[in-house]
Nanobody, 124 residues
Framework: QVQLVESGGGLVQAGGSLRLSCAVS????????MGWFRQAPGKEREFVAA????????YYLDSVKGRFTISRDNAKNTVTLQMNKLEAEDTAIYYC?????????????????WGQGTQVTVSS
C-alpha cells in the first residue's frame, strides 16, 4: 500500500521561504507523476505544481512560477516543493499527490493517491 506523508509546513512572514517534503512509501514511486495542490479556507483545491515520473518535466500554476520549485528524488522516494517569496495568498493546506501517468497531470481527478496535507500560513 502506497502512502504519502507531507512535512515542512508552518508559519512564515510574507517574503519568506518554506520547503515542503512528501515521503512516499512503497517501491513504485518512480512510476508516478507527483503533484502539489493547495486548498485555502472557503476555496476549492487547486493545482500548484507537478513533476513527471522520469525525466522530471515540471509544470506550475501561473501565480507561483518563478517562486516555487518542485523536485523529486527517486532514490529517496521524496518530492519537495521549495517555496520562496511567499505571499499571504499562498496560505493554504498543501497536499502531495501521486498520479499513475507517463506525463504531467494537472487535473485533480487524475491523481490516485493523496497525503493528509500540511498547513502553510503566510502572515502579511
Amino acid at each position: 500500500q502506497v502512502q504519502l506523508v507531507e512535512s515542512g509546513g508552518g508559519l512564515v512572514q510574507a517574503g519568506g521561504s518554506l520547503r515542503l517534503s512528501c515521503a512516499v512509501s512503497g517501491r513504485t514511486f518512480s512510476s508516478y507523476c507527483m503533484g502539489w495542490f493547495r486548498q485555502a479556507p472557503g476555496k476549492e483545491r487547486e493545482f500548484v505544481a507537478a513533476i513527471s515520473r522520469s525525466i522530471g518535466i515540471t509544470y506550475y500554476l501561473d501565480s507561483v512560477k518563478g517562486r516555487f520549485t518542485i523536485s523529486r528524488d527517486n532514490a529517496k522516494n521524496t518530492v519537495t516543493l521549495q517555496m520562496n517569496k511567499l505571499e499571504a495568498e499562498d496560505t493554504a493546506i498543501y497536499y502531495c499527490a501521486a498520479a499513475d501517468s507517463h506525463g504531467i497531470v494537472v487535473a485533480i481527478g487524475g491523481y490516485d493517491l493523496w497525503g493528509q496535507g500540511t498547513q502553510v500560513t503566510v502572515s502579511s
